[in-house]
């Protein structure tokens, strides 16, 4: 199997970005992945726009992207998976690099979400489910992920308290991360006191819609090492799906199928073991998430994940940090920059580059990345 | 052609489908599921398209409804169409027979009462323009 790198990361500041067009954050991305390759534009030979084009004010936008950043004529187009697009992204680009298609491929994540109107937003969030189904209930997003929760506490007995010490957590490193919406700390009483969005998940259980990008620069072996002298590899991807209904997913809904399914793939292809992980980066979208996560990627048993909290395991100096870059409850969720912003995060985490927050000696990386309602997973493996 | 599913739910968003005449059963009170013609697969929601054998003949036959509550929520934060009837249930249950149905849970069912496992029975429900069902104590 041909070995494929990432040889250059760019991330934007997230949040509400009233400064940035869609197109302005993706060049603010690219041009920070090619400063850190060292490359000129010429070297790119094609780019994967990933984003949730539902969210977006311009329709396909890789054609826009593409001109902005002066990649015409070269091949362009949009990958969408919800979430998980720049994750998906990713998987597209090492199969156009494997192929030999291409040799340097721009993923470039990307969402302008802060300018539709809260209605505009919560009306698509409403048809993020079986829309002919399920939909015309009044679902959102935080309800779908609100009833895993309470699958999750009936059986396990896990409380709300132990869902806010996830958010405590990755607002504690977000108020390291210069790029993360959220800057500051906050306690298990706020989390507790927060509104009720959907019972039990409350408002700071919650990540937030953001605006954003990240990219990441994708190419072979033979040209990783003339570009670089610290490739990070690509050492395995995992990618699932999952009935998009709820009523079509079998079992309590404790935990996520899809990313079962997902992390066994990865971890057959990078030939690893869930203990072999150093760093990672799963996806946050709510607090409930990260403890299902723990379980579903091997972290923790079946409904253990709260432990893992307790215990401090996923903390800096712990058995796996997670998400120490704030998460997706810190930085804001721009959907389809999301998963390439996490791989950037652990591209950093595996080159050493991390300042205060490195995790000494990590050498595997890995990050999960949901779409949707759980639609979608993909697991992706990265090795120094 | 029109077919008039948009009335399906509290807000409708999908108006064109082989199964709606769902909604003329629901205006008669009556909850339908399909079975398919060639191999007898149940399938409700109803579905045009048989799962198992991929036929396209079915027949309607009525459900008891009868089933288990799986997992459920209280929306407080909802889209704008459903902004007036916050908060409210949602939940998910396995009928007998192992058919699982996602819908709405009438707000008079005691909210102490709900948890995995709790018995229900789906009921037809009308409201305003629209007509569904929802889960109701048994």
Redesign the interface.
Same mark, same amino acid.
């Given at each position: 199997m041909s070995r494929i790198a990432i040889v250059g990361v760019g991330h934007s500041k997230f949040g509400k970005r009233n400064d940035a067009s869609l197109r302005e954050l993706a060049f603010e991305a690219y041009r920070g992945a090619l400063d850190d390759a060292e490359l000129e534009s010429s070297a790119i030979d094609g780019s994967v726009v990933c984003s949730a084009t539902h969210y977006d004010k311009q329709r396909s936008p890789a054609g826009v992207v593409s001109e902005y950043l002066g990649l015409s004529p070269k091949p362009t187009f949009n990958v969408e998976a919800a979430c998980a697009s720049s994750a998906v992204g990713l998987r597209i680009a090492w199969s156009l690099i494997s192929s030999r298609l291409h040799d340097v491929i721009a993923v470039v994540g990307v969402q302008k979400m802060t300018e539709l109107s809260s %209605?505009e937003i919560?009306?698509l /969030?409403? *048809?993020a489910g079986?829309? /002919?189904?399920? $939909?015309?209930?009044?679902?959102?997003m935080?309800?779908y992920y609100? /009833?895993?929760?309470?699958?999750h506490m009936? @059986?396990y007995g896990t409380t709300e308290e132990d869902m806010a010490l996830v958010t405590v957590k990755n607002r504690k490193y977000g108020a390291k991360n210069p790029q993360a919406m959220f800057q500051k700390p906050v306690t298990v009483e706020e989390v507790l006191k927060s *509104?009720?969005? $959907? @019972?039990?998940?409350k408002l700071f259980d919650c990540c937030a819609n953001a605006d954003g990008a990240a990219c990441l620069l994708v190419t072979s072996s033979e040209k990783a090492k003339k570009i670089t002298d610290k490739p990070v590899w690509v050492a395995g991807l995992g990618l699932a799906s999952s009935p998009m $209904?709820?009523? %079509? *997913?079998q079992g309590?809904?404790s935990s996520f199928e899809v990313t079962k399914n997902a992390a066994k793939s990865a971890y057959e292809m990078a030939r690893i073991k869930p203990n072999d992980v150093d760093v990672a980066e799963v996806h946050d979208s709510f607090s409930i998430t990260e403890i299902l996560n723990y379980e579903d990627l091997g972290f923790a048993r079946p409904g253990k994940g709260t432990k893992l909290l307790k215990t401090n395991e996923t903390e800096l100096g712990g058995r796996v940090p997670v998400n120490i870059d704030g998460g997706l409850i810190s930085k804001g969720h721009p959907v389809g920059a999301t998963g390439a912003s996490q791989i950037t995060s652990l591209v950093h985490q595996l080159r050493k580059e991390a300042g205060d927050l490195q995790v000494d000696g990590a050498k595997i990386g890995l990050a999960q990345n949901i779409g949707g309602i759980g639609m979608y997973s993909a697991v992706s493996i990265l090795r120094a | 052609m029109f077919l008039g599913f948009e009335k399906f739910g509290r807000f409708g968003y999908v108006s064109q489908t082989k199964i709606a005449p769902l909604v003329s059963y629901l205006e008669k009170n009556q909850i339908m599921a399909t079975r398919c013609k060639e191999c007898g697969t149940l399938s409700f929601p109803p579905r045009a398209d048989c799962p198992k054998c991929r036929a396209s003949y079915f027949a309607w036959v009525p459900i008891e409804g009868k089933g288990k509550l799986v997992t459920y929520t209280e929306v407080y934060f909802a889209p704008p169409a459903f902004q007036d009837s916050t908060p409210y249930l949602l939940g998910l249950a396995e009928l007998d027979g192992g058919m699982r149905v996602f819908a709405p849970i009438s707000n008079e069912v005691d909210h102490k009462a709900l948890k995995p496992g709790l018995e229900l029975v789906l009921r037809p429900k009308h409201a305003g323009e629209g007509v569904f069902y929802q889960f109701e104590s048994q």
């Open positions: %209605g919560q009306e /969030m409403g *048809r079986d829309v /002919m189904w399920e $939909s015309p209930f009044g679902t959102s935080p309800a609100a /009833m895993y929760a309470n699958a009936a @059986k *509104r009720p969005v $959907s @019972k039990p998940l $209904s709820l009523a %079509g *997913r309590p809904l | -």
